[in-house]
């Protein structure tokens, strides 16, 4: 049987998560920054991907912790480049997994 609170609940979520992320991007063509906050905004997907990796390079693997410093020295040397966020975080991936998979 349903529960139709958690339902509306969920919704709720929804909307609360959704509009925050939405509202930028719709806006962002409107709206005009200076050039420094225009540079600062582009450095932030840089700096996100910096927040989702560096964790993950000493806790990727307890036993063998170079394969995490390899795959996050690919990934800031790809972000040094300025590749797109996704070619950094694939190539992180396939440095590592060509790691596990050699040695």
């Known amino acids: 049987m349903l529960n139709y609170k958690v339902i509306v609940l969920i919704l709720g ?10 509202l930028p991007a ?12 225009e540079k600062f905004l582009n450095l932030i997907p840089y700096t996100a991907m910096a927040a989702l990796i560096f964790p993950g390079i000493f806790t ?3 036993a063998r912790p170079e394969i995490g410093l390899i795959g996050g020295t690919v990934a800031a040397v790809a972000a040094w480049l300025k590749c797109p966020l996704v070619i950094c975080v694939l190539a992180a991936i396939a440095a590592d997994l060509l790691l596990y998979t050699v040695f």
């Open 13 to 22: 979520m929804t909307l609360v998560t959704y509009i925050p992320r939405a």
């Open 26 to 37: 719709m806006l962002s063509e409107k709206i005009h920054f200076r050039p420094k906050m």
């Open 60 to 62: 990727v693997d307890t």
